[in-house]
């Protein structure tokens, strides 16, 4: 390769010139003289420049064939990635939807039990104050029963006292409580 030149296009630059600024023989304007051996080496100089170019182009078209394929294969995973993303999120969804569905079920279930043991629960006060009461009423009346047998036997014992024995003063006695009068 000459020294003068550095690539393709200023080698054609350099040949072009070279062919512009020859001169032409008399009256014939369209052909020119040209210093052969000096268009030769520009010429030789071009050849030789031609698979250095062509190979600087196949590298740059392989690099940035690489560079596309490296670039395919990144936005693959990317995509790759946001699809599984998007999956496990779209299952942590249904996970999480199915768990609020089986609290809800939870719930509705705790708060049947509820009212069930509710219901049970007031039953069971209402039948146990109903017998409570019963019992009351049942005591209530022996202690009625009791306590008119007990007058009974009290005025039954005062008249034979008063008959058989002196009078002697009697103190003041309480009124006699009568149960029946207290009745509601």
């Known amino acids: 390769m000459s020294a003068m030149a550095g690539n393709i296009e200023e080698l054609l630059e350099l040949l072009y010139t070279e062919v512009e600024e020859a001169k032409s023989p008399a009256f014939n304007a369209d052909k020119c003289v040209l210093d052969r051996d000096r268009v030769l080496d520009m010429i030789d100089d071009v050849k030789a420049e031609i698979p250095v170019e062509v190979k600087r182009a196949q590298d740059l078209v392989a690099n940035r064939n690489d560079y596309i394929a490296s670039a395919k294969r990144e936005a693959d995973e990317i995509r790759d990635k946001a699809k599984d993303y998007a999956k496990d999120l779209l299952d942590k969804e249904t996970v999480v939807q199915e768990a609020q569905e089986r609290a809800d079920e939870i719930i509705a279930e705790a708060e049947e039990k509820s009212r069930v043991l509710q219901r049970a629960a007031n039953e069971y006060c209402e039948d146990t104050l109903r017998r ?14 009791a306590h008119a047998q007990f007058r009974s036997a009290l005025s039954a014992l005062e008249p034979e006292k008063s008959a058989g024995s002196p009078e002697r003063p009697q103190p003041a006695r309480r009124p006699m409580y009568d149960a029946e009068l207290d009745e509601d």
């Open 132 to 145: 409570l009461e019963e019992a009351v009423t049942e005591a209530y009346e022996e202690v009625k029963r």
